[in-house]
Each structure stands twice: as C-alpha cells, then as structure tokens.
C-alpha cells in the first residue's frame, strides 16, 4: 500500500477556491488510480473525483462537476483536488484514497480503495 498524506484544507468563505494536495510515499505512485472522498458529519464518505494512473481521465460527483478539478503529477508522487466556487454543502473532511487494482469509473466507492490518508478538513462559510 501506499502511504498518503493530505494538506491544504481550512476555513473559507462561500464562492472561495481551495487546492488540497495528496502526497504519496513510495516508487510506484503511477501504479495507482487515486481519488478524493469527503465526509460530512453524520454522512457516509462519499466520492468527489478520480483519475486514472496517467491523468489521462477524470471522474467527478455530479454535485462537483464543473467546479473542482482532479489533477496529478507522477513525477512529485502528488495528486491534487482544484475546489472551485465553495458552497457550504462542501463542508467536509476530504480523504485521499488510492487503488492498485480498481477499474476507474464514475461509479467509484469507498470500498473500492485500499490506501487511504488521514483526511482534511474543509468548512466553507456561507
């Protein structure tokens, strides 16, 4: 497995940007399709995006589609999540996920990854 570490969340304002990062241990982080979930308090942790082990195909949530932008970078071992036009319906701790073996789609679960980080929390003030 790999080791994940997330940064870069905090406290916003509505319509604000954000950019979390995921950084991954080891040499074989293109191995991997990586994803982002989130977790609201008292809700299950649920899909945000995905992409393949190149980057060349992304995956998004419908209710994130147009707004964030899941991006990596092979050779720095670090995936990214672009969080465009925050609402407070965006308020969560963000979770970085990563799969060896899991054929990426828009259908993505949370049981379809092994490695995951230790979250981050994003709160969005409306």
């Known amino acids: 497995q790999v080791q994940l570490v997330e940064s870069g969340g905090g406290l916003v304002q509505a319509g604000d940007s954000l950019r979390l990062s995921c950084a991954a241990s080891?040499?074989?982080?293109?191995?991997?399709?990586m994803g982002w979930f989130r977790q609201a308090p008292g809700k299950e942790r649920d899909f945000v995006a995905g992409?393949?082990?190149?980057?060349?195909?992304?995956y998004y949530a419908d209710s994130v589609k147009g707004r964030f932008i899941i991006s990596r970078d092979n050779a720095k071992n670090t995936v990214y999540l672009q969080m465009n036009s925050l609402n407070s319906d965006d308020t969560a701790v963000y979770y970085c996920?990563?799969?060896?073996?899991?054929?990426?789609?828009?259908?993505?679960?949370?049981?379809?990854?092994?490695?995951w980080g230790q979250g981050t929390q994003v709160t969005v003030s409306s």
């Open positions: 996920a990563g799969s060896r073996t899991v054929v990426p789609s828009t259908n993505l679960r949370r049981t379809d990854f092994d490695s």
């Open positions: 080891g040499r074989t982080f293109n191995a991997y399709v």
């Open positions: 992409i393949t082990r190149l980057g060349g195909i992304t």
